[in-house]
C-alpha cells in the first residue's frame, strides 16, 4: 500500500470498489456511477457496506436469521453468499451450519443433493451445490425439447393427462414466429431464467405460478386427495429413457405401473405365479393382477437408480405406484409439507448410489433451539466376505433378519379340510434346562415379533430334541394340523437332474438363507392355526415355523418367484441354499452381484458364516462340486465305512435309506442290495441276518469307498447307450416276453430314463445292443401292436441301433448278470422272421 496515492476518502472508497467482486461489486457500482454521497466519505461507505453485508457482533437475531434463511429466487452462488455472511459470525459448528445451508436450499437442490453426508465439510458441500444446480440447468437443455412444445403437433411419449391451460414459454398456441420462441428459449437458458415465467432463481419443475397437474392414486378411490404424495422419476426401456409420475402410497402392499403404460412402451408382459386381487379401503375389490413387469431401471433425482419388477394394473389414473414394500426397502425421509425426499435410508448407499461411499459414523447435529438427531452407524461388513460385495453388508445383517417381514403375496397359507376338528396338543413335562431353553426362546421370538400371545382354539404340542452339539432345538409338533391341512403341490427341485445343468462351470458360490422359513409372513387370518401352547403360555406364530406340511413347497414358490431369471443359467435354489455358477471368474463376480442385489431387493437376508465364495469346489446338499463333475461327500463316505453290521430292523433300514442317497455312484446298486432288502420283505419282526447279506454289505461298504467321479453329460458330443436284456426288476408278463421283444424293452426303458437328455439331443445317437436282428427294426413291413406301440415311442428320439456281439457287450451284459442270479432261458425264435427283411444293411 501507498498512502500517497489515495489523498482522500473519495480515492480510498474508489479502490475498495475496485477490490469488490460478485454481489458487493453489482451493490457499490450504482453508488459510485449514481455519485452517492456515501463514496466521497469512507467512513460513510464502509458504514453503508456494513449495514447490507455485516453483522453487528454479539446480534442474538443471527442464529433466527439463518434459519430464516431461503434460496426463493437468489441463484444458489447468490444464497451461499449470503449464508457464509451470516454464518461466520454465527458461532455456531459446521455440521449445524450445513444442515441449515441445506434446509435453506430450493426442493429440487434438496432432492437431489439428499445422497450426499453432512461429513463432507461446509465449503465442500457449498461447491457441491453449485455443481449440482449446474448440472441441472445442464440437464434442462439436453431436454429442452420436453420442455417446450414442438412446432407441429406430435404424438405424446408420456402416459396421457389432463390438457394444462396455456403457459408463458407454451409459444405453440401463440403468434410468436418460430425463430423468435427459439431466441427467448436461448435467453432464459443463457441466463438460468425459469422457462415458464422468465424470472431468476428457481426452475420450471419448482416455477411459483405454473399450475400444478393433479394425480389420483388408483388405490385410493373412495378419498378425495387434492394433492397426493408423489415424484418424478425417470424410466429406462431399452435405451430409452422417460419421465413419469410415481404415487408414494404407503397403503398400497406392492408396487404398480399402469396398464396404458406398459402398451406404450410395448413392455413384455410376464404371468404371475397366480393372480392378487386389489381391494379399496372399503374392502370392495376394485381388479385382479395377472402379470408383471421387469426388472426396469427407475431413476429418482440425479443419483438415485435401481432395477424393480412392478406389477401391471389396469385403468391407474398415475404411471406408476410405489407402495409399501419400497417405502420399507428404501426408507426414505419425507417432508410431509413439501412432498420431497430429504434423505435415503442405508440400504440405499451401495446398492443404488454405487459410487458413494457409506454413510460416516454417527453424528450429533447441534442446532440452536432444535432438538438433536443421532444417526445409528451402518452395519460392519462381515470378514468373510469379499471385498467385491461389501456394498452389500446389509444382506448378511444379522439385526435385519430378525425384523418381522412384510405381507407379501407369497404368505403361508394354511386352508383346512371342511369339516375337520382343529388339533389340540397336550402339555410336554419340561427339565430344568428345556424350561431356560423354553423361556429364552419364547422372550426372543415376542421381542423380534415372531409370535404372540393367542386365545385361538387350536393348539399343538411344543418340546425340544437334542442337538448334536449338545444343545436343544424347539420343536412343535404339527402333525395333527398337517393331516388337515390342504396340501400345496409345488414340486422341489429333482436333485441329480439339477446338477447335471452344472456343466462347463469352473467357480462356485454357496448362500445361505438365515432363518429362512421365518422370512415369510403367516397369511394374515390364518395365524390362529399355527397355536401352540407351552408350561407358561398359549402362543401363535406371525412367521411360518418349521413343521409344517406346505413350508417347503411355499418357500420354494418363493425363492424360485425371487431368482426365476437366474434359474438354470447361472443360479440352483433348493429351499433355502442357493448354489450360483460359473464359467470365468469375471463372470461369476457378475452373477454373485445379480443375485445379491435380487436378495436385497425382496428383503431376504444371509447367514455370511455359512457362505462359501469363488470356490473351485463345493459341498452342496451332500455332493462334492467341482468342474470335474460330481463326487459324494467324503463325510459321508466315511460314515459309511465305518458303519457296524445292523442288529435290528430299524438299523438296516437305517443305514439303507442313507446308501440309497448315493446310489446313482454306485453300479448294480439294487443287485448288491438285494440280499438286504429280501431282509425287510414281509415285514418280519427280528432282523434274520445271514452271510448273504453280510456279503452284500461288506461289498456295499467298498462301493462306496471305490465309487467314480460322475462326469457332467455333454450335450455338444454324441451319445452312445449300451442296452442288454435281463429278467430282474420286470413284471411277470414282461418276464415272459420272447427274446427279442425283451431286447427292444431294454431299448424302450433306457430311452425312458435318459429321455430328458436323449429327447432332442444335438448329434444322432447310436443304441448298443448284441440282439443283432434289432438293426432292422425300422426296415421292418409288418409289427405286433406291442412293437407297434413302441415303434411310435421310437419316433420321437433320433437314433441308430447298431450290433455288437455278446462277448463285447462287457458293461451292460455284467449289469444284467450280476450274482448270477439270471435264469438261463431257451432262446425263442427270432423277433422278426426272415421273410420280413429286404436285406442287409452293411
Sequence with gaps: MQPQLYPDDKAKVAFIISRLEGKALRWAEPLWTQHHPAVTSLSSFLEHFREVFGTPAGDSSIGERLCRLRQGALTVSDFALQFRTLASASGWNEQALITTYRQGLNPSIRLHLAAYEDSIGLEKFIQLSIRVATRMQLCLEEHQDQLLPPAAPRRSEHVRCPEPADEPMDLEHSDVATIERQRERQRRLAQNRCLYCGRLGHFIAECPTRPARSVVSALLLVLNIKKPLSIVVNLTVSDLCISARALLDSGSAGNFISGALCRQLRLKLTATQKAYQIHAVTGRTLQTVHHLVGPLSLQVGALHCEELHLLVLENATTDIILGR?????????????????????????????????????????????????????????????????????????????????????????????????????????????????????????????????????????????????????????????????????????????????????????????????????????????????????????????????????????????????????????????????????????????????????????????????????????????????????????????????????????????????????????????????????????????NPAASQAFDTLKTAFTTAPLLVHPNPELPFIVEVDASTTGLSPAEANYDIGNRELLAIKLALEEWRH??????????????????????????????????????????????????????????????????????????????????????
Design 325 to 689: 414394500p419400497w417405502l420399507e426397502l428404501h426408507d426414505p425421509v419425507l417432508s410431509w409439507k413439501t412432498g420431497e425426499i430429504l434423505k435415503w435410508g442405508e440400504h440405499c448407499f451401495g446398492a443404488c448410489f454405487p459410487n458413494l461411499p457409506a454413510p460416516s459414523p454417527p453424528q450429533v447435529h447441534h442446532l440452536p433451539a432444535q432438538a438433536t438427531s443421532v444417526e445409528s452407524p451402518p452395519e460392519a461388513c462381515p470378514p468373510d466376505i469379499p471385498a467385491c460385495y461389501s456394498h452389500f453388508r446389509d444382506v448378511f445383517c444379522p439385526r435385519k433378519a430378525s425384523k418381522l417381514p412384510p405381507h407379501r403375496p407369497w404368505d403361508c397359507a394354511i386352508d383346512l379340510i371342511p369339516g375337520e376338528p382343529v388339533p389340540k396338543g397336550r402339555i410336554y413335562s419340561l427339565s430344568i434346562p428345556e424350561e431356560k431353553a423354553m423361556e429364552e426362546y419364547i422372550q426372543e421370538a415376542l421381542t423380534q415379533g415372531y409370535i404372540r400371545p393367542s386365545t385361538s382354539p387350536a393348539a399343538s404340542s411344543f418340546f425340544f430334541v437334542a442337538k448334536k452339539d449338545g444343545g436343544l432345538r424347539p420343536c412343535i409338533d404339527y402333525r395333527a394340523l398337517n393331516q388337515i391341512t390342504v396340501k400345496f403341490r409345488y414340486p422341489l427341485p429333482l436333485v441329480p437332474t439339477a446338477l447335471e445343468r452344472l456343466r462347463g462351470a469352473t467357480i462356485f458360490t454357496k448362500l445361505d438363507l438365515r432363518s429362512a422359513y421365518n422370512l415369510i409372513r403367516i397369511r394374515e387370518g390364518d395365524e390362529w392355526k399355527t397355536a401352540f401352547v407351552t408350561p407358561t403360555g398359549h402362543y401363535e406364530y406371525l412367521v411360518m415355523p418349521y413343521g409344517l406340511a406346505n413350508a417347503p413347497s411355499v418357500f420354494q414358490d418363493f425363492m424360485h418367484t425371487v431368482l426365476r431369471e437366474f434359474l438354470h443359467k447361472c443360479a440352483l435354489v433348493y429351499i433355502d441354499d442357493i448354489l450360483i455358477y460359473s464359467r470365468s471368474l469375471a463372470e461369476h463376480r457378475q452373477h454373485v452381484r445379480e443375485v445379491l442385489q435380487r436378495l436385497r431387493e425382496y428383503q431376504l437376508f444371509l447367514k455370511a458364516e455359512k457362505c462359501a465364495f469363488h470356490q473351485s469346489s463345493v459341498h452342496f446338499l451332500g455332493y462334492i462340486l467341482d468342474r470335474s463333475g460330481v463326487r459324494m461327500d467324503e463325510r459321508k463316505v466315511a460314515a459309511v465305512r465305518d458303519w457296524p453290521p445292523p442288529t435290528t430292523i430299524k438299523e438296516l433300514q437305517r443305514f439303507l435309506g442313507f446308501a440309497n442317497f448315493y446310489r446313482r455312484f454306485i453300479r448294480g446298486y439294487s443287485s448288491i442290495t438285494s440280499p438286504l432288502t429280501s431282509l425287510l420283505r414281509n415285514k418280519p419282526k427280528s432282523l434274520a441276518w
Design 757 to 842: 437328455w436323449l429327447e432332442g439331443a444335438k448329434h444322432p445317437f447310436v443304441v448298443l445292443t448284441d440282439h443283432k436282428n434289432l438293426e432292422y427294426l425300422r426296415a421292418a413291413k409288418r409289427l405286433n401292436p406291442r412293437q407297434a406301440r413302441w415303434a411310435l415311442f421310437f419316433t420321437r428320439f433320433h437314433f441308430t441301433i447298431s450290433y455288437r456281439p455278446g462277448p463285447k457287450n462287457v458293461k451292460a451284459d455284467a449289469l444284467s448278470r450280476l450274482h448270477g442270479q439270471e435264469e438261463p432261458s431257451e432262446e425263442p425264435e427270432p423277433i422278426l422272421p426272415e421273410k420280413l427283411f429286404v436285406s442287409p444293411i452293411s
